[in-house]
């Protein structure tokens, strides 16, 4: 099946979502509920069709919990980012399961500084507008961040569509009333939250089919 459809739609409607929160035009709750599940949902379809395997079905996993959530968020945000660190613990398996096992000092201290500045950044965001977020919301976002940073994907792919994850999730916690994109960073947390998902789903089924055919090649030889 081809799968540059799934993507292209999910880009389209990503710049859609973005361009009602510029614009504050009104969007029926069905309609903004789909807007915000379909660019992840289509996603995770994308990256299934790219490649077949365990990996692909955890980051797969992570997207859908992530398109869950954002149907969610406007009606039950306190549920959603349960649904959005279940998602994000999805991710974290992946991670961990291609860790680099003797990393550079880039990679010691990019994983070091999210793990630790991630949650302390989200309990400033949360303090700063006085809405509650638990403790786990942010150890959940930097683990999945450091763990993507620390891992044998490429990192300049990977590592920084973790790092975009991470901003738009801090920045996510300062806007109240997101749906209603009344607040001006609404419209940098979607964007960095959609495009830190995308740049770590191509680059993540990128090199693991490249992976593949390596191996293949290396077989046929053999």
């Known amino acids: ?25 009104p969007v029926p709750g069905v309609y903004w509920m789909a807007l915000e599940a379909l660019p992840f949902a289509l996603l995770a379809v994308y990256a299934l069709l790219r490649h077949k395997g365990r990996d692909t079905q955890l980051l797969a996993a992570m997207l859908g919990f992530e398109a869950l959530a954002g149907a969610l968020t406007g009606f039950y945000p306190g549920f959603a980012r349960i649904v959005l660190m279940l998602g994000w613990f999805a991710g974290l398996s992946l991670f961990l399961s291609h860790r680099s096992h003797d990393p550079d000092i880039n990679r010691r201290i990019g994983t070091a500084g999210l793990f630790l500045l991630t ?104």
Do not use: K
């Open 1 to 25: 099946m081809e799968r540059r459809p799934w993507l292209l739609t999910s880009l389209a409607l990503a710049l859609g979502h973005a361009w009602f929160l510029v614009s504050h035009t």
């Open 119 to 222: 949650p302390l950044l989200c309990y400033f965001a949360a303090s700063r507008v006085g809405v509650p977020v638990p403790l786990f919301y942010g150890l959940a976002l930097g683990g999945l961040a450091a763990s993507a940073w620390m891992s044998t994907f490429v990192q300049s792919r990977v590592g920084v569509g973790g790092v975009l994850i991470v901003v738009g999730g801090v920045l996510q916690i300062t806007v109240p009333e997101y749906l209603a994109g009344e607040a001006p960073q609404a419209v940098i947390a979607w964007l960095a939250l959609y495009f830190g998902n995308l740049v770590l789903a191509t680059g993540v089924t990128g090199e693991l089919r490249q992976r593949e055919e390596i191996a293949r090649i290396d077989w046929d030889d053999f």
